[in-house]
Antibody, heavy 120, light 112 residues
Framework: EVQLVESGGASVQPGGSLRLSCAAS????????MSWVRQAPGKGLEWVSV???????NYADSLKGRFTISRDTSKNALFLQVNNLRVEDTAVYYC??????????????WGQGTLVSVSS | QSVLTQPPSVSGAPGQRVTISCSGT?????????VHWYQQLPGVAPKLLIF???IRPSGVPDRFSGSKSGASASLAITGLQAEDEADYYC????????????FGTGTKVTVL
């Protein structure tokens, strides 16, 4: 059974940093495409970043430079380093396993999410 | 800054049929990229409901169906049930500025 368990969310001040983690089981992270999706309180879903099985990464344009996605093969885990946090980064961050079909990709499995709250 | 537009809300009585539209443009759905749908029950993570326009993952009731035409897509729920009350999001790919995944604005389905 596929399981994704996020952790690392916290309340931080603007300008702070956090490292979000996602522990995976039931499949191998390094063989998969993995993404982070976030959802601000009361708002819709926003794609954040993806890491492909070969190691290539991509980010939402508005987040480039502050967010870094990575993985650890030995821990079978996914990470998201978020720096210089802004109030508008407040959201639940979901770890997802991506499935590719032709030229499109979608989010097949989701974790329960971890809350990042940024305020002064 | 969602580029896929959905109605904020739709409602229906139990047993009725409701549809949710997802309107895109020539840089996403209109180009031919597939549309996927997610259901988000209150307080929990989203769940994949439909992929590749009209395919249901194992375990999703056949009351849910998807379609796509031109630059738009639709999700239909037939035989509406109380447990279908949730937020629904469409998702596709947009090829502007290097390309990225995009979500719809979301639709709240209320069962009357």
């Amino acid at each position: 059974e596929v399981q994704l368990v996020e952790s690392g969310g916290a309340s931080v001040q603007p300008g702070g940093s956090l490292r979000l983690s996602c522990a995976a089981s039931g499949f191998t992270v390094s063989d998969s495409y993995m993404s982070w999706v976030r959802q601000a309180p009361g708002k819709g879903l926003e794609w954040v970043s993806v890491i492909y099985s070969g190691g290539l990464t991509n980010y939402a344009d508005s987040l480039k430079g502050r967010f870094t996605i990575s993985r650890d093969t030995s821990k079978n885990a996914l990470f998201l380093q978020v720096n210089n946090l802004r109030v508008e980064d407040t959201a639940v961050y979901y770890c997802t396993r991506v499935r590719i079909q032709g030229d499109t990709e979608f989010f097949q499995d989701w974790g329960q999410g971890t809350l990042v709250s940024v305020s002064s | 800054q969602s580029v896929l537009t959905q109605p904020p809300s739709v409602s229906g009585a139990p047993g009725q049929r409701v549809t949710i539209s997802c309107s895109g443009t020539s840089t996403n759905i209109g180009t031919g990229y597939a549309v996927h749908w997610y259901q988000q029950l209150p307080g929990v993570a989203p769940k994949l409901l439909i992929f590749n326009n009209n395919i249901r993952p194992s375990g999703v009731p056949d009351r849910f169906s998807g379609s796509k035409s031109g630059a738009s897509a639709s999700l239909a729920i037939t035989g509406l049930q109380a447990e279908d009350e949730a937020d629904y999001y469409c998702q596709s790919y947009d090829n502007r500025m290097g390309g990225s995944t995009v979500f719809g604005t979301g639709t709240k389905v209320t069962v009357l």
